[in-house]
Structure formats: C-alpha cells, structure tokens
C-alpha cells in the first residue's frame, strides 16, 4: 500500500501565475523603494557638503586656544622682542610674523603654563573636525536614472536587467540667460529714451510696425497650432503670454488681437465631447503611444482653456472694479474697451462651445452683465442667452441659465431691468411639450416579458426574439440623439424656475417696472401652467387690473394670460370670465394710430381666443358689439391696424353668421344703440349698421379697400367679393406684422395717382348769366383781346 495521499490541495496553474506575478511585482516595488532612499541619502549629504562649504566661507579663522600669561613672562618677552635687530626687516614681513604668532597660537604657546588649557576641549576639537570634513574641492555627483530592461532567465532563476543613464543638468544656461535679462533691460531703456527724442509722426510709424510684427507673430502661432493642435498644443501658452503685452504702445491692441485670435482657436480645435478627468486607475494603467498622446492634449487643452477664460474674467473684473495693475501698460481709458472685447468672446464661446467644459462658468459670468448700466454690454449678452435659448435643443444649458438669472434676481431684490426677464420668452419648451404630445398619441413598441415568452413562444423561437429585441434597442439608441424623458424633465424643471420668478413678483413687487415683462411671460407659457394654481392666479391678475395702475399694454398681457388658460387646461373650470370681456371692451376706444398701435397685436391675440376659439360660450350680443367696436375703432388707426381688425371681424363673422343682420339698416329688436356704454351685452349693437365698411371702401391703402368691400358683401367664400389666397389664409396677427409700417414704407406699394389737368377749356352754355356769358365767348374768339376791368358798366334794365 502506497504513502497516503496529501489532504493538501495542490495549487493550479492559474493561481501560481497569480502568486508569481504578486512576488514580481513586490520585488519591483521594494527595488523602487531602495533606489528612493539612495537618492535621497544622496540628497542629504549633498545638502550637508553645501552648508559646510557655505560655513566655511562665511566663518573667520580664530586660534585654537586663548590663555593669559603671567607678568614675568609678558616683560621677558617684551625684551626679547626690543633685544631683536628689528632694523634689519621690513614693516610688511614684521607684520605677517605677527599674524602668524597670532593665528598660531600653539607654536608659542608656554607648555608650562597655569592657564586652563582643556577647559574647552570638546568645542574645539568639534570645529577641528569640522574643518577636516570640508573637501578640497566641491564633489560634482552626477544625476542618474535607472532603467528596467528585459530580464533574462537562465538555468539559475530569472536576472533582472538595468541601465543607468546620467540626467545632463541645465544649470549652465542659467547664468548665461540670467546674463542676457540685463541686456535686455538695457535695450528696453534705451529703446524709451530714443522714443523721447521722435517726433509724433515718427512714433505712429514705429506704432504701426510693432503692431504689424505682433499681427504676424499670432497669424504664425494661430496657423500652427490650427495645422496640427496635437502636436502644437504648447504653443497656445506662447499665444496666451501675449495678453501680458507690457509696451504701452500697442498693448490695448495687442490684447484684443490675441483674444480674439484665441475665442477662434478654442472654437476650431475643442472637440465635440465635454473632457473629463482621468481616474487614478486610468492614469496607472498602460496605454498605447497614440491613446497617452491623445490625452496629453486633451489634458494641455482645458488647462489653457480655464486659464484664458480666468484671464477674460480678470479684464472684466477690472473695468468693473477700476483696479489699477502694477504695470502702467493699460489705462483706465482702454478698460472698458478691453473689456467689451474680453464679454464679446465669452458670448461667443458661449454659443459655440455649450457641450465643452466651463460652460457653467462663462453663464456664472455672463449673467451679472445682463444688467449691467452700460446698455451695449447689457444687450450684447441679452442677445447671447436669446440665442443659446432658441439653439438649445436638449435644456441643459437652458436650465443652468435659468438658474442664475433667478439667484440674480432674487439677490437684487428684484431691481433689475425688464431685458433680462424677457429673454426668457426665447425658451423653446412649447415646441417640445407638443412633440411629447404626439409621442403619446402614438402607438408605442411594446417589448414582450419572459413569462410571456415562455408561454407564447418555442425556445428556438425565445433566442431568436431575444437577439432581435437587442437589435432593435441599439438601433434606437442609436437614431435618438438624446433621451427624450431627459428634454421632458430638464424642460419641467427650467418651467417651474421660470415661474417661480414671475410668481415671487406678482407676490412682493407688483409695482415694480418688471411687471410688464412677468404678465408678458405668463401669457407666453399659460398652457403650460399647472391647474393648481388658476384659481389663485385669476384672482391676482382680476385685482391688478381692476386696480387702474396698469398701462394699456399691460392690462392686454393680463386678460391675454387669463383667456390662454380658459381655453386650454382651464376650460374645465367653471369660470365666467365676463368681467375681462368688459376689460378689453373697455379698453378698445383708447387705441389710435400712435405709440398704442402695437398694442393692436395683442388685441388680437385677444380676440381670437375670446371669439373664435370660445365661441360655444359667448352670446350673439357680445360678438355683434365686438364687431361695431372694432370697425369703428379701424378708422383711427395705421393701415396695418385697419388690416388686422377687419380681418378679425370677418373670422368673427364666420364664427358667427347671424351677425350679417349688421350689413343692413333694419332693426332689430326694440331700443338704440349706445355707442358710450362699456358693457357689451347691454349697448344694444343689434340696432346699429356697419357704416363704417363705406367709408373704408375709400382707404388709400388697397388691401383696407378689398376686405372692406369683402365685408361688406358679407364676407363669402366664392365668387367675385371673395379673397384671395394670399388673404384669407393668413391670420390677422400675420396680417398685422405683414403690413407694418415701421419702416415708413407701404406694402403693397401706393400708386402714383394719374393726372386730371385739362389740356383745354370745353366752351358750352355753362354759366347762368347771359351777358357774363357773351363776354366770355367774345374773348374767346378775339385773339388778341384786351379786357378793361376798370370800366364802369351800365347796369342791365
């Protein structure tokens, strides 16, 4: 019977390779640690050496040991000095005798003397020592790296490899550049004492051709770094150092040149991904050349990109701050512009790069300027967010923007100019909530279970179904470009900030100059707004406007918010607005052909979704007293005016046909029209006539004449009094912009009236008096006759 057998498990063949790479790589690590703790020993007695070569330097020989003597010796030795032939040596060998007795001590020294000769033998013999460890001249030790080459394996184990290479230092330059800096000083005032003695003319030329030889300096570094950024993405720092130009010649210049030339670099080489950074684990792990050269770049790339936009940051604090620099490069004069320059690039990158890192910064920076005092900075970045507003597809620089601008207003306390609440108007979430309307509509790919599988389908059937279920979500995944629950929540949230602020400002600054641009925003986004909150906010907007404190325009802006609500989630409440009816009824006859005629497009927003679109609501007497307000209302007002309303009494009278009783002059019902009352369902329109159609038959603009000859044949749909495409496609607020006369110009153009002078008098029995008449045909007939007006007629019997 044979040994018994090991309860040991034996190792496999993974776990030896695991184990021997573990020893392999401690052997590494402890190498690694010896080679640091030579180096740094190596340090240290560098460091030593140097400060007793410095000590040595620094300190001044003293003799060994100081003892006094006695009387006696002192006066033989007085003595023995007057006994010496002093006569015979020179002062200067005299001298250095003396030293050296001085210096030397112990040569001299009595050993029979009484004074305490090792009472300090411990410190000296130290600063003997000391002395001994000072070299003769200083050692230079030379640098070296080790590097691990292949190991070789033999019959004895494995012999691992290693080269030293000397590191060659730059010390040497030092001195030499440190030598030239000098120089160049010197040149630098010599260069201002000789542009003392120039004359203006000289100086300008001098000007211009160091601004030439900058320009062609930043076209040479723009290009390179253009032609290959990998590669020459060192350069950019070179760029970036002339933003510190320190001529004050052409330094304003200079920096504004540069900064512009970096805003299009940055916008031509950053890539289409937003950088991160790179994980430890990332970072240890070995890649290939191209991938490590790659995130080099990356890495050199955003940190020239933070540093240039800290610098724009920097000249915009300045100018904002009036801080004075050190050097006297740039007046207090040239900051502003540096600085419109500096915020014109931010806005750039700010819509050119939303994907990139620092996006977020540049909105932080920008956002406080939006109301700035100086109105061309302030408009500047309004249009900036107007644009990045419409631009953005997915929300999330939308969101970020919204955000600030809601710390900025709730910081101020509300004091800021009304430009920045209605670049808000720009958000495009309409669009998007009404695409997600039609994705619910629509029937959605429904994805099968696995109890469903199992139940439905064979097991050849279920792998088949499984492979083609993963095709079909990579595919996509890969036509969306981004999800489109992330655009309904981001949008969700940017919509609640947005009314967060215009609710926080009908609550606590309903006087303030930012109503006018809340009421306009609120009638924006109604249909956006929750159902929770109608109530309350038909309240508010009822108290503000039977207040009186409001202007024309705004009392628009609120009964417009209050009909979008009530004719879409609002329309299952039961809310008789006739109140706001008599508003805007009200308000009707104050509108003309000056300043308030711009209102007329929001009367007609207005009215459409009064009349047309609640039609099923309002009474036959409200529309027909509509209906004469408006006509009458068309005759004071500009063409493009006239336009719109009449186009809107026509889409009232398809809305309503028993209105076409108005076109006649039978009465109906008993009463009279009253022109002056405000209240719609009692004025009695039924008895009146469209009078006014007449008078607009003859407008001087054409397209006034043709609806009002349309009306008045009743507004059809075919035949001869029917419109054109081109009109009755159109709506009446399209109507109203197409024919503006902003530009002081018709459209259609006014054509030139024709000529009624007559070439030649027609003779004919056309006066009444008989002898008045023979005096005219007799002068007619005489050529050459004289009429004496002066003479005295006989009266005719």
Known sequence: MGPPRSKKRRPTFRRLLKTSGVKLENKL???QL????????QRKEQKKLRQAVKDAAIRTPRPLETYRKRPEEEEEEEEFLESLPTDMMEDDDLRQMTDMARKASFITRDLSSCAPIHSTKKRKSEVIRSYEKVPRKMAKTEEKEVIHLLPIKDK??????????????????????????PEEAEDAEGASESADHLTPAQREQRRVQKIQERKTTIATLGSAIICDPVNNIKRLKELRGMLMESDPAVAVTVRKLVMVSLMEIFKDI???YKIRPLTSEEKAAKVRKETQQLREFEESLVSQYKFYLEDLEQTIKDWKQQKK?????????SYRGLAEVAI????ELLLALPHFNFHNNIIVALVPLMNDPVRQVSDMCCDAFRKLFQQDKVGGAALASVRVVSGLVKSLNYNIRPEVLRTLLSLRIKEVHMKKDLEDTAPKKKFMNN???KKNLSRMQRKWKKAEEKLEKELLEAEASESKDKKIQLHTQTLNIVFLIYFRILKKAQKSVLLPAVLEGLANFAHLINLEFFDDLLNVLQNLIQSGDLTNQESLHCIQTVFIILSGQGDVLNVDPLKFYSQLYQMLPRLHAGAPNDDISIVLRCLDAMLTRRRKQVTLQRAMAFMKRLSVLSLHTLPNASVGLLAANRAALHAFPKCDFLLDNEVQGSGFYLPELDEPEHCNAQNTALWELHLLQRHFHPVVRRFAVHLSRGAPSEGSGALGVELSRRTPVELFDDYSVKDMTFNPPVATPTSKKKEYFTVGATLLDDELQKQVEKALNEEEAELDFTKTQTPIT
């Open 29 to 31: 690590k402890n190498r």
């Open 451 to 453: 109890k469903e599988k």
């Open 344 to 347: 014109r690039c931010l806005c």
């Open 156 to 181: 004895s184990g494995v012999i691992p490899q290693s080269v030293e290479r000397v590191i060659q230092q730059k010390e040497e330059e030092e001195p030499e550049e440190e030598g030239e800096e």
């Open 270 to 272: 950053a890539p289409t």
């Open 325 to 333: 620099k050190r050097s006297q490069a740039v007046g207090f004069d």
């Open 34 to 41: 010896k080679q640091q703790n030579v180096a740094k020993k």
